[in-house]
Structure formats: C-alpha cells, structure tokens
C-alpha cells in the first residue's frame, strides 16, 4: 500500500531517512543520521511545501519518496517538483515499491503540469543508484551533477 504521509508519520519517515542517508554518498549523511531535530525539521518542512509517500508492507514501512514544490531559481515566476528523497528498503528493491512510489510522483508531476501549477518536475540518479531507464518515461537528461569534498 503506498499513501501520502501525515505528520503522526514523522518517526516512521525518520526512520526510512535514515536508512536512506546510511546508503547514500554525501560525506555529511554519517552526522545528519543522528540529528534527530534536523531530520524532523526535514519531515515537516516536507509537509509543508511538497509532499511524502510511504509504502508499506502491511503495517510495516518500507519505502518513501519526498517532494517539494519550489520556485524556479532562475525566474521566480515558474514552480517546480522536485524529488528529494526516493528510497526502498533493500529487501524490497526487487519488488514493484518502488516504481509503485515514482508512479505517484509522477501522477502528481503530471497533474501539476496539466493545471499550470508547475513548469516541470525534476528526479535524481545518485552514483549509488540503479541504472533506470528515466528518458523511456519522458524525462530528459539535463545536468551532471559533480560534488567535492575536503
């Protein structure tokens, strides 16, 4: 099952973000997992501009993806959905979760757009993720991203 969170989600999406900042490549994950303000600063300032799936297995949580409707940066008078956070726990990867969570992202994406809300709406490759085929579902490559670290 896979639906929008609600605040009374915050430990349970807590707990999927820390999963996710255990696996991820960003050098500043290892200190953000144990910021627990931060995190739930993160979760409810989600809530308030974007939005957060959770997918579950019955009542077990088991995969999240995090949106934000922004502002363009370079003409403010154009939003955008943003993908923060798409992340499946391992033992799930081989099943339909994830997919099932980017096809409500992009449901809403889609939705958007079709209301003039948005321009566009952006996903993320990271180094650590798998190859996916992101132009067969119209998305276009725009940039490479290229991050160093002290």
Known sequence: MIRLATSADTMKIVGLLRLFL???S???AKDAI????NLCKVVWTVHQFGYIWLAFDQEDPVGLLMAVKEPNMWSRNHKQLRELVW???PEYRTSTVGGKLFLKYCELGDDLMNN???EGYFTTRMATSPDINLERRGFRLKEYTYLKER
Not at 34 to 37: F, N, P, V, Y
Request: hydrophobic share 25%; aromatic share 12%.
């Open 34 to 37: 144990d910021d627990l303000e």
């Open 116 to 118: 003039n809300i948005i």
């Open 26 to 28: 960003y050098e500043q």
């Open 87 to 89: 992340y499946v726990r």
């Open 22 to 24: 255990s696996e991820t």
